[in-house]
């Protein structure tokens, strides 16, 4: 997302360095908070700094640990083959409950529609480990700010 398409957000910012980050920058990228609580468990993990409401740094002694997580959080989501077993992975996320929530306001038949919701979630998860890939490449660093 842009960060004009969310109010309440996630910035997966590469524009600075160990100390500073361009705040809000164009080369951002933006999730919002209730989906990125989907992958908050793999931040945490790899970084015991992490902070939900604040900036978490992570560096080439990070990436790897990320990684790892969001290889794990992918292939529990790639092998969700039923509605019971999407209920079961949404209720224990932090927030998940939340979550299903927001899902039901927007969409009140999503019991029909999780596979949809699963491939999203599975291409976001992708999106983060090429983020993380490029960082490796290029010798950037991540820097997660929730707001």
């Known amino acids: 997302m842009t960060k004009e398409e969310c109010i309440d957000f996630v910035e997966f910012n590469i524009t600075g360095d160990s100390e500073n980050y361009n705040k ?4 951002s990228l933006y999730l919002n908070s209730s989906l990125f609580n989907i992958f908050a468990g793999c931040f945490e993990r790899s970084n015991h700094l992490f902070e939900f409401f604040g900036q978490t740094m992570y ?5 790897i640990p990320l ?3 969001l290889n ?3 292939e529990r989501l790639i092998a969700i083959k039923n509605f019971n077993e999407f209920q079961d992975y949404v209720s224990n996320i932090f927030m998940g409950r939340e979550l299903i929530h927001q899902i039901n306001q927007v969409d009140p038949d999503y019991s029909k529609h999780w596979r949809g919701y699963i491939r999203r979630w599975i291409r976001i998860n992708r999106g983060l480990n090429k983020l993380i890939n490029l ?12 707001y």
Do not use: A, M, P, T
């Not at 809000?24 to 080369?27: G, K, P, R, S, T």
């Not at 560096?59 to 990436?63: H, L, Y």
């Not at 960082?135 to 929730?146: F, M, P, S, T, Y």
């Open 59 to 63: 560096n080439s002694r990070k990436f």
């Open 24 to 27: 809000c920058d164009d080369e």
């Open 72 to 74: 794990d959080n992918l």
């Open 135 to 146: 960082c490796i490449e290029q010798d950037r660093v991540l820097w997660v700010i929730g």
């Open 67 to 69: 990684q790892n997580e």
